[in-house]
């Protein structure tokens, strides 16, 4: 009587993890413009995590294209691209050395000038 106890009960367990995968959504990296540009302040002021950092470039941005397009130079200035050497490692906190800090200036120059032109209020 027992056997068949704990058998039911775990099924039940079994079943209602399984749905819980089928069902469920899977989890999604979903940061506001604003969220980037502090992501990308506090890495010039020496204030970003490295985890932090990491999981900014490691994750696809996919509700919004030109954040995508932001995070994937940021890629290119972690890890280099085809013309591009990777930035070199920074001192005294600093994730990278100037020239690859100054390449992020460049991205967050570009990325204020994504959230001025963003449009206040959103027609569905």
């Known amino acids: 009587m027992e056997f068949i106890l704990v058998f039911v009960i775990s099924f039940i ?15 999604t990296y979903r940061p506001s413009r604003a969220e980037v540009m502090t992501i990308l302040v506090d890495l010039m002021e020496k ?3 490295v985890a932090r950092w990491e999981m900014f470039l490691s994750l ?11 995070r994937k130079d940021c890629l290119i200035v972690a890890f280099g691209g085809i013309d591009k050497p990777p930035a070199g490692e920074g001192l005294s906190g600093a994730i ?18 994504l959230i001025k032109s963003e449009p206040t209020s959103k027609l569905f």
């Open 47 to 49: 204030r970003l995590e």
């Open 13 to 27: 367990v079994l079943v209602g993890v399984a749905l819980a995968f089928a069902l469920g959504k899977p989890p």
């Open 96 to 113: 990278y050395d100037r020239d690859g800090l100054k390449r992020i200036r460049v991205l967050a120059v570009k990325l204020d000038h």
């Open 60 to 70: 696809p941005i996919l509700h919004d294209p030109e954040l995508e397009e932001i």
